[in-house]
């Protein structure tokens, strides 16, 4: 049980013996002293004062007398106004520790048959282009939320729904046509997504050409774009693919093949992976067989142009429209039928998107939409709503080929750190092999926690240079500081150095501010999941290790001759290895061995 557990089932106690109130202890919620005063955790005494009939100070104290004579772990308290300062007696803090130790996946709950599931959805790529800096926020916040819900005791299911249909595709797929040649990604020594990437900006290229010539003949640019010949001929093969014309659909295939088969290659390298995907290909003809049924029962409504709505008055919102006047879906329709697939697939208690906040509106719709036609989780849906990802010089453009590219970036990540790395002599003495797998650990490592530390709902502007930085609140400084603590364990076994029993050791301040930040990450791990925040994780492991390294320059480990403070010193390191790890690896990144 964590000390936290602890302090808020006495305090329950006292209040009932006190002031006969019922008060359940996880209502109770002890925090971290403030280092202005004196203590490790303090209550709030104020929800007790008016039962007490006493001035906020006398509560606290009369509390804090309660506990130190009852509560074993409670060594002395000070009240300040409505504030019970309490300090926890020292020796008590190394059974927090051992409890710590003898519990392999400290901080995770595991879940059970009957645990709710969530559905986790992210990353929803287009299938006309690479994935991008946007797209790895994305993949990233996805995989981390799932992992952090995981470890709060919840099933999950991590989902992807691919947009693999519409004019976009078709653009690549004409200009493939077109321009291509036949040239395929085993000829041309690409991966299929920057293929066809390629395409994507050469349609737009030549179609903007075209709109230049058209308004130079007198037309105005709203004229010319609609008179655009390339652009006619794009909506002409979308009229074919949804026509099921055999020749427009096998490239299709081929084309999305050559697309997924990339996609592949940057998910794994990226770390990041899926339970279950989606194509909208699949769905979309599911939502409008959906929204039909809504319309026959009174839900939704249609217009004398034949067009289905839905009225959102009654929410304090507008009309949406869901069907256009030809049958054809929207993709309000597309999110639908999606849901109705998944409903159908999994019995799903929570659905999470993670989705940009220029969607919020969209999702705000949806829930509504979902709720009225019968889904359970519709009212309660999450819209996990973030923010931009934006570079020093500005936004990114997909059709003007200025986004940054995941896999370059990446590259890029790997590279600098191995630069970085051994500028600073990190990489001495380690084999080309160590070398390599280090590098792409740091890369990658400062690449995601860069993206994770931040509140999600905050836009972001992306400095490689500034990520990779063995200082600070960067990933490196914490794979360093994991790497340091393992090389201490490692020395420790080879000097085969005896460890005693330390439970009679007093530990000092910096070992009792190691022990109880360890003790904090359960709890912090329940916030993160409650409050979808992979950055209450990275923050914590920061703040730690920074804990860690104030114990580390102040404690002597190895060369300290006292057996039992020696023990009580390797367990700590043993053990924050131990949290440093899970915490990374609930964001997705990998801790070096070695450094």
Not at 219 to 243: G, T, Y
Not at 299 to 324: F, I, N, Q
Not at 423 to 431: A, I
Request: charged residues 25%.
């Amino acid at each position: 049980m964590s000390i936290d557990s602890i302090i808020a089932i006495a305090v329950s106690k006292a209040v009932k013996e006190l002031y006969g109130v019922e008060t359940a202890p996880e209502s109770i919620t002890p925090q971290a002293t403030r280092k202005e005063f004196e203590g490790n955790l303090t209550v709030v005494v104020f929800p007790w004062v008016k039962a007490a009939r006493k001035a906020p100070d006398a509560v606290a104290a009369e509390i804090g007398n309660w506990l130190v004579t009852n509560e074993q772990a409670v060594e002395k308290f000070n009240a300040v106004k409505g504030f019970l300062n309490i300090t926890v007696s020292p020796r008590f803090w190394n059974g927090v520790l051992a409890h710590i130790a003898e519990t392999p996946d400290f901080g995770i709950t595991s879940p059970t048959e009957t645990s709710p599931l969530y559905m986790v959805e992210y990353s929803s790529p287009n299938t006309n282009k690479p994935l991008h800096l946007g797209h790895v926020r994305n993949n990233l916040l996805g995989f981390s939320l799932a992992e952090i819900l995981k470890a709060c005791g919840n099933r999950v299911v991590k989902t992807n729904i691919v947009n693999d249909r519409g004019i976009h595709i078709c653009k690549s797929m004409l200009a493939w046509q077109k321009w291509g040649n036949g040239v395929t990604p085993e000829t041309a020594g690409k991966k299929g997504d920057h293929l066809i990437g390629d395409f994507y900006v050469l349609f737009d290229k030549h179609f903007k050409q075209e709109v230049s010539n058209l308004m130079a003949k007198g037309l105005s640019e709203e004229e010319a774009k609609a008179a655009s010949p390339l652009m006619a001929e794009a909506r002409a093969m979308l009229v074919k693919w949804e026509n099921k014309d055999p020749e427009v659909r096998a490239l299709w295939e081929t084309m999305n093949k050559w697309v997924y088969d990339g996609f592949d290659v940057t998910y794994r390298r990226m770390g990041v992976d899926f339970d279950k995907i989606y194509y909208e290909s699949d769905t979309y003809l599911e939502g409008k067989d959906k929204v039909l049924e809504g319309l026959a029962a009174g839900k939704m409504y249609r217009r004398e142009d034949g067009s289905v709505w839905a009225d959102l008055t009654p929410e304090g919102l507008d009309h949406k429209l869901l069907l256009r006047s030809d049958g054809t879906s929207v993709y309000m329709t597309q999110d639908i039928g999606t849901a109705k697939l998944r409903f159908q697939d999994y019995p799903i208690d929570k659905m999470i998107y993670v989705v940009g906040n220029e969607q919020n509106y969209h999702f705000q719709v949806l829930s509504i939409l979902l709720d009225r036609l019968g889904f359970k989780w519709g009212k309660d849906l999450v819209h996990f709503s973030y923010g931009m990802v934006e570079l020093p010089e500005g936004k990114m453009k997909s059709r003007e080929g200025t986004v940054v590219d995941a896999d370059d970036l990446m590259d890029d990540m790997v590279q600098t750190a191995r630069a970085v790395s051994a500028e600073l002599g990190k990489l001495d003495g380690l084999s080309e092999q160590e070398v390599t797998a280090i590098s792409e650990m740091v890369g990658l490592g400062a690449l995601k926690y860069f993206l994770l530390k931040v509140d999600p709902r905050k836009n972001i502007t992306f400095n490689p240079k500034e990520s990779i930085d063995f200082n600070g609140n960067t990933g490196p400084f914490i794979q360093y500081t994991y790497a340091r603590i393992r090389s201490v364990l490692r020395k420790a076994a080879e000097e085969q150095l005896n460890e005693v029993d330390f439970n009679d050791v007093e530990p000092g301040e910096r070992e009792i501010a190691l022990i109880q930040a360890l003790s904090d990450f359960p709890s912090v791990v329940q916030n993160a999941g409650a409050n979808y925040s992979p950055a209450l994780i990275a923050n914590y492991v920061y703040d730690l290790v920074k804990t860690y390294n104030q114990f580390y320059h102040d404690c002597s480990i190895l060369k300290e001759e006292d057996a039992a403070k020696r023990s009580l010193r390797l367990e700590l390191s043993r053990q924050t290895a131990k949290v440093v790890k899970t915490g990374m690896g609930l964001l997705g990144i990998d801790v070096p061995e070695r450094m």
